[in-house]
Nanobody
């Protein structure tokens, strides 16, 4: 089994920065994909960014140039550095780990609130 624990959320003013962390524990395979999703009130959950074990990354258009995803494989941790935050970035941010085709895990979520 795998557990994902997110941290780093909070309240920040527009233009500010936050860094989210997601630490994975349990049966972690060497090859996997870790990602950040977010869900704003009344909206569907959406992909923010993902990073593979080989450091391949992809970002939603809405966060390109502002957010950076990275990972520390030795610590089984993925990070999301969020700069130039906007009120529309307000959401619950979830960490996701996928390995092979049948193992799919989610964290409990961390709230990010950006005030204008």
């Amino acid at each position: 089994q795998v557990q994902l624990v997110e941290s780093g959320g909070g309240l920040v003013q527009a233009g500010g920065s936050l860094r989210l962390s997601c630490a994975a524990s349990g049966s972690i395979f060497a090859i996997n994909v870790m990602a950040w999703y977010r869900q704003a009130p009344g909206k569907q959950r959406e992909l923010v960014a993902y990073i593979s074990s080989f450091d391949d990354t992809n970002y939603a258009d809405s966060v390109k140039g502002r957010f950076t995803i990275s990972r520390d494989n030795a610590k089984n941790t993925v990070y999301l550095q969020m700069n130039s935050l906007k009120p529309e970035d307000t959401a619950v941010y979830y960490c996701r780990l996928q390995q092979r085709s049948e193992y799919d895990y989610w964290g409990q979520g961390t709230q990010v609130t950006v005030s204008s």
